[in-house]
């Protein structure tokens, strides 16, 4: 460890010091699951569209880059902070929820309370190819909602996305049709510039002219209705 560290400078040897005495009695390996195995897919699945060089955040890619961040992956997944996705679920049906399942925050949860470990490199996966998701492209126009619109044709809404939104504003859109009935939107809680990203329904939400979309409160933020999610083009959902 010494040996390895002093060539870099003495802040981060002491740092690398206060690092593996604190951490000596965690390094105790005690799990099977491994980032060459599990966790990598995992990241490549997950994280890596942002976390990668290139991408809008560091590097997650390598047992290397992974290694220090263990503590906060876990954490920042258990929170549900990490993927950042913004809404809350079950208000809304979306097609593309990035939360991780209960199996996978599990494995992370034990891959770290377990030490960490590498495993045999020759798992690795192949690295994904960064092809710019479909989503990725300009954002589409939509049909902006201020605090409240009054839909004056029938539409069918395919997403939604939070625009002009202040950082760490909460808010909800509903739908009132005429027959009364209110249909969730989006419910975005505790907004951070990361959910710049839009909310694709697992089916179009069909409302007649006369619908009422709202936001509450007013002034927590506004959205856009979207009319084509141009991902979903080979697989239409569309069967009327
Ligand atoms: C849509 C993009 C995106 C995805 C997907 C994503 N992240 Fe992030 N993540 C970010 C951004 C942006 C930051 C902030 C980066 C910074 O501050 O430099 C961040 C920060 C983090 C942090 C540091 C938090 C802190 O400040 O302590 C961790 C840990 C993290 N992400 C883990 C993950 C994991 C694990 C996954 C996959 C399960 C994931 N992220 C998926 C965008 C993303």
């Known amino acids: 460890m010494l040996k390895l560290t002093g060539r ?8 690398a010091i206060l690092l ?15 980032f060459s195995r599990e966790i990598s897919r995992l990241v490549y699945n997950r994280c890596a569209v942002c976390h990668r060089e290139g991408g809008i955040a560091f590097s997650l ?25 913004g809404a809350v679920k ?5 097609q593309d929820d990035q939360g991780l399942t209960g199996e ?10 377990g030490g960490a470990p590498e495993g045999d490199p020759k798992y ?17 126009a939509g049909i902006p909602v201020e605090s409240e619109l009054t839909l004056t044709t029938a539409v069918a809404v395919a997403g939604v996305r939070a625009k002009g939104v202040p950082e760490g504003s909460s808010f909800m859109a509903v739908a009132e049709r005429p027959d009364g009935t209110i249909e969730p939107l ?32 007013r002034g927590a933020g506004s959205i856009a209705l979207l009319m ?7 697989k239409p959902r569309d069967h009327r």
């Open 8 to 15: 870099l400078c003495p802040a981060l040897v002491i740092l």
């Open 20 to 34: 593996s005495v604190h951490s000596s009695a965690h390094d105790v390996i005690t799990t099977p699951i491994t």
């Open 61 to 85: 890619l390598t047992y290397a880059e992974a290694r220090p961040w263990a503590k906060a992956i876990k954490e920042e997944v258990l929170e549900r902070r990490m993927p950042p996705w």
């Open 90 to 94: 079950g208000f809304g049906e979306f």
């Open 104 to 113: 996978q925050l599990e494995l992370i949860a034990d891959w770290v309370e």
């Open 124 to 140: 690795l996966p192949k690295l994904p190819d960064f092809q710019p998701a479909a989503s990725a492209g300009p954002a589409p």
């Open 186 to 217: 989006v419910w975005i809680y505790d907004y951070h510039p990361r959910f710049d990203h839009p909310y694709w329904y697992n089916a179009p939400l069909r409302f007649q002219a006369g619908t009422k979309i709202e936001i509450a409160p």
């Open 228 to 234: 084509r999610n141009p991902a979903a083009r080979s």
